[in-house]
């Protein structure tokens, strides 16, 4: 997660600093009003309070600020933890997770079939060895992603760098190799660890050069969004584990409207309900990067906030129009106007 930010922000750094015309200045003003709910009167039990009524919008089918789907209600995962939902036999756990079937990203959910359809073939296997039996088929597959990627780095390399730099690349990738086929007997290759390498690699090298082995090292697979990459990486992850990350990035979070690296308040007036996977792929970027990223999130904000004001009309829930108010206001200034909520309909 570290590398990921710190490569997000070389993007950023070199990407639209130096050649659009983005003002980031206006992205770091305080997105909230001062008034008597934000600054540091607000007690801890407060915030706790506001993320609770955040979250319990979900049980109200409130939809996610950026890609509008339903989220899972964290509550449910603990109950699973306490149930001990995940020491059950492998059908069961499967059957238990079809509720959230609709709810998993494209990936997780072809994963998921994948394994009801393994587990019909071998119903009393964990669904970590189901994993593993298809693992045999692909991972050719994936070793041959992933050594065209050696191969762009390597073929850059050997244009640009030094004898001496060429050298060292040759040693991480021979490191890299030997975790691939095996060869190594406690570590496994890991793409996090890979771009870690090569982002360290770069460090003394001019930055267009850097920029570009980084952008190339970042292209490795990954198991977050291909295929291969996630069977091989949770063949090897318990059965817990692997239910875990199918339901987590539908899970709902809170989203700091305003992020708290840039100083955004931890307080209820700042809070959006956003889906784990959209919280955690913005990270702490502005808001308009997300939106570019997801161009439907205007939409889906209305979407969001039509859901709250019916419910607060109907005082179903446990934020009231002060919070649609503070909501449309943050979300303003943090998207520079982009989104800019119709909240007519709420009944003051
Ligand atoms: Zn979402």
Redesign the pocket.
């Known amino acids: 997660m570290r590398i990921f930010s710190v490569t997000q922000n070389l993007f950023l750094q070199r990407g639209t600093f130096e050649n659009n015309h983005t003002d980031y200045s206006q992205y770091r003003v305080p997105v909230l009003r001062q008034d008597s709910f934000t600054g540091k009167n607000i007690s801890k039990e407060y915030n706790t309070y506001g993320k609770k009524a955040i979250i319990s919008l979900i049980k109200h089918g409130v939809t996610?600020?950026?890609?509008?789907?339903k989220?899972i209600d964290p509550a449910d995962i603990s109950k699973m933890e306490k149930s001990g939902f995940f020491n059950q036999n492998p059908k069961l756990i499967l059957t238990g997770l079809k509720q959230y079937e609709d709810l998993m990203p494209s990936l997780e959910k072809r994963i998921y079939k994948l394994l009801c359809s393994l587990n019909e073939k071998y119903p009393n296997i964990s669904l970590k060895k189901l994993l593993k039996i298809k693992k045999v088929d692909i991972e050719t597959k994936l070793i041959d992603k992933q050594s065209k990627v050696f191969g762009n780095i390597y073929n850059y390399g050997k244009k640009y760098l030094s004898d001496e730099k060429f050298e060292q690349l040759g040693e991480i990738f021979q490191e890299c190799y030997d975790e691939i086929y095996g060869r190594k007997l406690h570590t496994t290759f890991s793409r996090k660890k890979f771009i870690g390498f090569i982002y360290l690699f770069t460090r003394d090298l001019d930055k267009k050069q850097a920029n570009k082995l980084i952008s190339l090292a970042e292209k490795m697979p990954s198991s977050k969004d291909m295929y291969e990459a996630f069977i091989i990486k949770y063949s090897r992850k318990s059965d817990k584990e692997i239910v875990m990350r199918l339901l987590q990035r539908s899970v709902g979070t809170i989203e700091h409207i305003k992020p708290k690296a840039e100083d955004g308040s931890d307080n209820i007036y700042n809070y959006a309900l956003?889906?784990a996977?959209?919280n955690w792929n913005r990270s702490s970027n502005p808001m308009f990067l997300q939106i570019s990223q997801n161009p439907k999130m205007p939409a889906n904000a209305q979407k969001q906030v039509n859901q709250i004001i019916e419910l607060v009309n109907q005082k179903k829930c446990n934020v009231d129009g002060k919070y649609v108010h503070a909501l449309k206001d943050a979300l303003y200034r943090e998207s520079g106007g982009i989104i800019n909520l119709d909240i007519s309909k709420l009944k003051e």
Do not use: F, R, T, V
């Open positions: 996610c600020l950026c890609c509008g789907k989220m956003e889906c996977n959209d």
